[in-house]
């Protein structure tokens, strides 16, 4: 039994994660926030860039 399967992703699906994660973040961000996409968390710029 390959124990690695259960850790195979569909591009798609991890797209659709992508973007459900960045949707939730940016509900959490105060109204003041700088929305620029060269501010804040590197992680999330290349997820910005990514998608």
Known sequence: MNSNKKYEYHHSQIQNLN??????ATKTFPPS?????ESGNPM???LIRNN
């Open 33 to 37: 926030f700088p929305r620029r996409r």
């Open 19 to 24: 973007a459900t994660v960045l949707s939730e």
């Open 44 to 46: 999330l710029q290349e």
